[in-house]
């Protein structure tokens, strides 16, 4: 018969035993299951495009006043001839859709301090000034003296941050710039000028000190930088690029080509990669127009691919998408935007492999609503060990321009696709399904097509799937051209 003791002493060892194997499980289980990392909220948005010009009426008052008082102007009631006035403007200007006006922005602010609570770190991928921006100037101050343009579109920039500076106090900001912020004209843009050197102040005023000098140094010289990953990410930074420098469009403000800022960021970002990769460090990569196939610039010539017609490109050369790929192991995420889209892309190595199928491309939507879009914004979620992009959600408004717009969530990634990370592997399979899905009838393939238009479908979209689905992984003309023609039959 075994006594009361030796029952104790049995339960006591199988207690412990269990206990420890409990505890191994656990740890086991936090390792294969990615969703149990600690993960921290992050704020993305893009193509902001603001309008201050939506009340011609207030130009001059705005011209005049510091960007202190811009808000007060802005929201004072409205000219008696606002309306008219701007459809005048917009016509004059050729413009087409409108921007974000005063009314949206705030809308969208107050949106992301309820969407976004808790954000660690924002970032802006470009583009906050409204497009056709010069000739709006230009037509309300026609006798405006040399220096004036440059020093409306710093107050505009600088208003734009200011703003999310002050509904997110405290929180660190990350700006590129576009192809629209400019102190000349859209794709136009000097390497070392007065522009650059003072908005390089601006986007680095609250960066840490041991890196502000840096990165004001930088951003003088070609608008690029580089900045840590706030706590509690560890052991992870932020290089930021002016890829306007490498656009295809892309001359001085005296109309002239120009590589030099081109040259300049790839032979950056190279060292910082290489030591990145000395250092075990992890990388995101934020500009504004993302390298590959532009299939709205290629047009129509989109059905002549495989009969010898050239796609067209974003960028000039394929140099930036081949350095990135070639850096997966460091590279965690790519962010662009450009196209006001909510599209996702992989930037592939030279040799590809199960361990490195390339670089995961987040590409942000827009808050302008200019192409008939929705405006939104992404919340992500990023893994603040290894700042892998675990989860996202497109935060999307009810309507156009803001006014009583309801924002809600349009999707959750995730979710949506049934995966735990917005890694290189996933997007790889997640792609490749949507290559062998030519007529878009699976569930990946019609979810993607509802969300990447925010607000409605792309009906073209939807005639030009398969052409659509390879740019998303064949950066280059010849790749993305072998992908295409490979289901010709």
């Not at 802006?124 to 921006?133: K, M, N, Q, R, T």
């Not at 522009?195 to 003088?220: D, H, I, M, Q, Y």
């Not at 060990?385 to 969530?409: C, P």
Request: net charge negative.
């Amino acid at each position: 018969m075994t006594s009361k003791t030796g029952l104790f002493r049995s339960w006591t060892f199988t207690g412990t035993v269990l206990l420890v194997l409990l505890l191994v499980s656990g740890i086991s289980m936090a390792q294969t299951h990615p969703a149990a990392a600690k993960t921290v909220p992050a704020l993305l948005l893009s193509d902001v495009h603001f309008e201050p010009f939506t009340d011609p009426g207030k130009a001059a008052q705005l011209n005049a006043a510091p960007v202190s008082q811009w808000k007060a102007i802005l929201e004072a009631p409205a000219s008696v001839d606002q309306a008219e006035r701007f459809a005048t403007l917009q016509q004059g200007c050729h413009a087409k859709g409108v921007d974000t006006s005063e009314a949206l922005l705030q809308s969208s602010l107050r949106a992301m301090q309820s969407q976004a609570a808790g954000a660690k770190f924002i970032t802006v991928s470009g583009d906050l000034i409204a497009h056709a921006f010069p000739c709006k100037y230009n037509a309300l101050f026609p006798h405006a003296a040399a220096g004036d343009y440059r020093a409306f579109v710093e107050k505009t920039l600088d208003y734009v941050q200011a703003e999310l500076h002050r509904a997110f106090p405290g929180v660190a900001l990350f700006v590129a710039l576009g192809n629209n912020d400019s102190d000349c004209g859209d794709y136009q843009l000097d390497t070392h000028s007065e522009f650059l050197a003072t908005e390089g102040k601006t986007v680095s005023s609250e960066f840490p000190a041991l890196e502000r000098k840096a990165a004001e140094e930088s951003f003088a010289a070609a608008g690029y930088y580089s900045v840590s990953l706030p706590a509690p990410i560890h052991h992870a930074r932020l290089l930021v690029l002016n890829d306007l420098f490498m656009a295809r469009h892309y001359s001085t403000c005296a109309d002239k080509p120009d590589s030099s800022g081109s040259v300049e960021q790839l032979l950056w970002l190279e060292q910082q990669l290489a030591l990145a990769r000395k250092n075990q460090e992890k990388v995101w990569v934020m500009s504004h127009i993302p390298p590959g196939v532009d299939l709205h610039g290629t047009g129509t010539k989109i059905l002549g691919i495989c009969e010898g017609k050239k796609p067209t490109e974003f960028l000039a050369s394929d140099l930036l998408s081949d350095l990135l790929g070639n850096y997966s192991d460091v590279v965690q995420l790519a962010i662009f935007a450009h196209t006001h889209m909510d599209e996702l892309r992989l930037l592939k190595p030279e040799a590809p492999s199960p361990d490195q199928p390339g670089v995961a491309v987040k590409m942000v939507a827009s808050i302008s609503a200019v192409h008939g879009n929705n405006p939104s914004f992404t919340v992500a979620q990023v893994d603040a060990a290894t700042a892998e992009l675990r989860d996202y959600k497109v935060i999307a408004a009810s309507n156009q321009t803001g006014d009583h717009a309801l924002w809600q969530e349009e999707y959750d990634f995730a979710k949506a696709y049934h995966v735990n990370a917005f890694s290189a592997a996933s997007l790889d399979k997640l792609i490749h399904g949507f290559e062998a899905d030519p007529s878009a009838k699976t569930e990946a393939s019609q979810e993607y097509l509802h969300t990447v238009f925010t607000g409605g479908q792309i009906p073209l979209l939807n005639m030009f799937w398969p052409q659509y689905a390879c740019s998303l992984s064949h950066a280059s003309a010849s790749s993305y051209k072998a992908c295409v023609c490979s289901n010709v039959q």
